[in-house]
């Protein structure tokens, strides 16, 4: 070990930055005896001496140029990434209209409308500031039940575990296919209706419904394309299919709010349904705990209007915004600028730079670092004429500090007294991004997004995709013309096996199709991925056990049920839990000897296995890519009391 200072140093591991290209060039003809032995001549007349020296050249000067790199070098290495510069981002959130002691929002019997960029901030503060999205119309009515029609024609009632807020439901079923429909019922006020008085007042106006989902899903890009909603208002006769303008919550798998258009909707109806149904079916079941009408989307900020500044008629005027916090991205305008030049307000355009400019372009410079604006000179882009009105308009938040907790009371202008509360918190809100934050990124990115090579890659990946649930993967060997095949499981809420019959795999054709979707973008070339569901064998027991003294016969069964449900677990119930090999079968040795080891078992009277048929077998035989699952619902366990003693 070198000592230096207070600094410890391996000699194990030297700094090769140290090195010069003498260094590099004696390092590399050291390794050729090892490497190439019947490279006997290292003269530098040598072809191989003369590339070593050129490698060595090349080696120094990238040593030197990364450690004196410029600031455009650096960003157009993270560009690489995909990675630019931006400004900082705004809190974002939802508010949900809730009965509060002092709001009369209830009290409306006509519908309102209010208009995009209506002030918003909590009760008892002017800030946090936010604003409204959008131009809303806020609906005098409220949900009067929910529930769900299944293909099958059957009807799954959720409005009272939708009115708890607390509780998870299936809004689309278990399968959640193409034909499976949740249905909202909405009334109106009696003299209300679904528009306000004046008809006009609400034209670009939409309606919002707030879904708040599982928040244990992880992200949801479930489906990893755009899901597809289709709407429809039914009323009477009369059915609209209403277009969707946004959809926050992806397909109801996060919380948010489903944004509809309802201008094409004929009269003002006061009795409606909303049918809301996936066109393809879902990647999975969404669950949520809560669907409501008028959920407001809010976002933290301001827009800035042109703020009036007066041209000096100076070369390369510069002019500072007088807000900070400036919203700017790789995309789009962060700055309009307008100029009153003869009478009229003339746009000018942004340039990364004045130096190709012509002398009558009107172009100006933004510098998002320093938030300033610098104009032409009279070579390179226009003087502003002296004495100009400047306007200067854009948008501004407090990026992290706009960031507000949850379930605090809300004001809304337009709307008298406390509207409601956020559930949960308003957050988003982001400080801008430098190039040291640039290269943090990148970095990470190089670490964790790397290209998917073998099959541990392609399993770790799959497991990390959290709003798809896969529970287990496994990528098999020995895969022919260039296909990696991938078994995949979805992942059982609670733990609880779907409790089917039939034997239907959780993972439908979608969800696998959804899975293959997110992964195949990393493989290399020339390797295609095929994801698939492994085979269900499914079984029944029929079992009969004597107890021991002074044990419930229930208490066992239940025991017993618990026992075999977890050794022939398929998913784990908790991370390290017990879950079934695959290709494992099942046999009467193994389950007689799961059941002997249950506390209050005395003895095993009878043990049989059969097929979802009822046919007999003396094991439950799994292909290569099969499971055993067990259909408890089918099986018979029960216990007797042990026999009592003659009386001689």
Not at 269 to 292: K, M, Y
Not at 335 to 351: F, K, N, Y
Request: include cysteine; aromatic fraction near 6%.
């Amino acid at each position: 070990m070198d000592h230096r200072g207070d600094r410890t140093v391996s000699t194990l591991a030297p700094n090769y930055f140290d090195r010069r290209f003498d260094d590099l060039l004696d390092i590399g003809r050291s390794r050729l005896p090892s490497l190439a032995p019947g490279w006997t001549d290292h003269n530098l007349h040598d072809p191989g001496i003369t590339l070593l020296e050129l490698l060595a050249w090349v080696t120094e000067a990238q040593m030197y140029s990364l450690s004196r790199m410029r600031r455009d070098e650096r960003a157009a290495y993270a560009a690489l990434f995909g990675l630019a510069p931006r400004g900082p981002r705004a809190a974002s959130g939802y508010l949900w209209l809730q009965r509060l002691p002092g709001s009369s929002a209830l009290g409306y019997t006509r519908s309102l409308v209010l208009d995009a960029g209506a002030l918003v901030h909590p009760e008892q503060s002017d800030s946090p500031a936010y604003r409204t999205v959008r131009k809303q119309l806020w609906v005098a009515g409220q949900v009067g039940a929910l529930y769900t029609r299944l293909a099958d024609g059957r009807v799954l009632e959720h409005s009272a575990t939708n009115e708890r807020g607390n509780v998870l439901f299936l809004p689309f079923g278990e399968r959640a296919g193409a034909r499976d429909v949740l249905a909202i019922d909405i009334v109106c006020p009696v003299d209300g209706g679904l528009f306000p008085a004046r008809r006009a007042d609400a034209d670009g106006a939409v309606i919002t419904i707030g879904v708040r989902a599982d928040a244990t899903s992880g992200a949801a890009d479930a489906a990893g394309e755009p899901l597809a909603l289709a709407v429809t208002l039914a009323s009477g006769a009369a059915r609209h299919a209403l277009p969707v303008v946004d959809d926050s919550t992806d397909g109801f798998m996060r919380s948010g709010a489903l944004v509809l258009d309802v201008s094409g909707v004929a009269g003002s109806p006061r009795q409606f349904t909303l049918e809301i149904r996936a066109e393809r079916g879902f990647a999975r079941p969404p669950r949520v705990s809560r669907i409501d009408l008028n959920v407001i989307a809010v976002r933290q900020g301001r827009l800035v209007a042109r703020e009036l500044h007066i041209a000096s008629g100076l070369p390369d005027q510069l002019l500072r915004l007088r807000e900070s916090g400036l919203e700017f991205d790789a995309a789009g305008e962060p700055v309009m600028v307008e100029v009153a030049e003869d009478g009229a307000l003339h746009a000018w355009r942004r340039r990364p730079g004045l130096a190709d400019s012509l002398p009558a372009d009107r172009v100006f410079a933004l510098d998002t670092a320093q938030g300033s604006i610098c104009f032409g000179n009279g070579v390179n882009g226009r003087i502003v004429p002296p004495g100009a009105q400047v306007l200067l308009s854009y948008a501004v938040n407090d990026g992290a500090q706009g960031n507000a907790a949850r379930k605090q009371r809300w004001v809304v202008r337009g709307i008298d007294g406390v509207y409601g509360v956020n559930p949960l918190a308003m957050e988003g809100g982001r400080n801008g991004v430098d190039h040291l934050d640039q290269r943090r990124e990148a970095r990470r990115r190089a670490r964790e997004e790397h290209a998917l090579v073998t099959g541990a890659d392609v399993e770790a990946a799959a497991l990390a995709l959290p709003a798809l649930e896969v529970a287990r993967a496994w990528a098999l060997a020995g895969g022919a013309n260039g296909v990696l095949d991938l078994v995949a499981m979805r992942a059982r809420p609670a733990g609880v096996e779907p409790d089917d019959a039939s034997g239907t795999a959780p993972e439908t054709a979608r969800w696998l199709a959804a899975v293959e979707r997110r992964l195949a973008p990393r493989l290399p070339l020339g390797l295609r991925l095929r994801v698939l569901a492994p085979r269900y064998v499914v079984f029944g027991i029929e079992l009969r056990v004597e107890s021991a003294d002074g044990y419930q016969e229930s208490a066992l069964q239940a025991a017993l049920g618990a026992t075999l449900q977890a050794r022939l677990a398929l998913v784990a119930a908790h991370p390290g839990g017990m879950q079934r090999a695959l290709g494992l079968g099942v046999t009467v040795r193994d389950l007689a000897a799961w059941v002997r080891q249950v506390e209050g078992v005395r003895r095993v009277l009878s043990l049989r296995l059969f097929d979802s048929a009822g046919r007999a077998l003396d094991a439950v035989a799994t292909p290569r890519l099969g499971l055993p699952k067990l259909d408890l619902r089918a099986s018979v366990l029960s216990v007797r009391r042990p026999a009592q003693a003659e009386v001689r």
